[in-house]
């Protein structure tokens, strides 16, 4: 029997035809979808935007894995057995033929599903907010790591040269660091963590791709201080590049989260992280 192939599936993803192709090919083909995935679709008209984003996925609602709230992977623990399993919401997956169902009968008409996706996009309307909220946040932070680099490792990194160790180093001091700022904000109970743990929990991936996005920033040459939405929808890239790696690849239109995926799946696997099809160590020669 073939593999079971999972990739994650980005919002903009969620009507073309080379998803149903995907599914369609094989029965073990698998559409992960994170919950911003699904709360995007519902932030604006959630009776007709949600039912068009579902209808390729309603026709093969088997094949498609549902991960759990990112608040609930917060505490998440980063050992390698079953990583994978722990991210998927059972519930949730098996509960989405349902969820299709209803979605199709708040679009005829019915009178009751309504109010439920209503609730559902009053929810993904403030989900949005809160990430255009600590928008201030992220460039504060973005700014006084900027400060960490000379003028001479700004041009490194701006003209996209190999990047010598100490530039690594102070990239790698970013991840961590805001990483333990997440946690450290959740209220986190602290672990005692391996080196492999630590770069397998979800806030130490999401930080890995913001700061990937970081040095795009540098590269283009882009303004800190830009707006709200922008930085919102940047951390919503970040997002769905950090849960692809735990899978196969991520199935998304936008060239900035395939690349952030690619890259961080790199470094991941060279860090020693769970890297699916992937294994490595740790290297100087990561990022």
């Known amino acids: 029997m073939p593999a079971q192939i999972r990739k994650l599936v980005d919002s903009n993803y969620l009507r073309r035809p080379e998803l149903e192709d995907y599914l369609a090919k094989s029965p073990r083909n698998m559409a992960v979808l994170a919950e911003f995935v699904l709360l995007e679709a519902q932030k604006k008209k959630p009776l007709l935007t949600l039912a068009g984003s579902t209808e390729i996925l309603s026709r093969y609602p088997r094949q498609v894995l549902i991960l759990r709230p990112s608040s609930k992977l917060l505490g998440f623990h980063g050992q390698g057995a079953g990583l994978q399993k722990r991210l998927i919401d059972g519930r949730k997956s098996a509960g989405f033929s349902r969820f299709c169902d209803d979605v199709k009968a708040a679009a005829s008409g019915n009178a009751v599903v309504p109010d439920e996706l209503a609730r559902a996009a009053r929810t993904a309307q403030s989900h949005i907010a809160s990430l255009a909220d600590a928008a201030s946040t992220i460039l504060d932070l973005f700014r006084a790591n900027a400060g960490r680099f ?21 990239l790698l001091d970013m991840v961590f660091e805001s990483a333990a700022d997440v946690a450290g904000g959740a209220k986190l109970r602290p672990r005692k963590y391996s080196p492999s743990d630590i770069v397998n929990l979800p ?9 990937l996005l970081f040095i795009r920033w540098i590269e283009n040459g882009r303004q800190l201080a ?27 239109g936008d060239l900035t989260v395939q690349s952030l995926a690619r890259e961080a799946r790199y470094i991941l696997a060279e860090i020693g992280g769970y890297v699916p099809g992937r294994s490595g160590g740790w290297v100087r020669q990561a990022i």
């Open 150 to 170: 000379t003028p001479d490792e700004i041009k490194i990194l701006r003209s996209r040269q190999p990047r010598p160790w100490p530039v690594q180093e102070k």
């Open 226 to 252: 830009i707006g709200n939405d922008s930085v919102a929808n940047d951390v919503i890239d970040a997002n769905i590049a950090a849960y692809s790696t735990y899978f196969d690849g991520v199935l998304s």
């Open 203 to 211: 806030v130490v991936r999401y930080c890995l791709c913001m700061m």
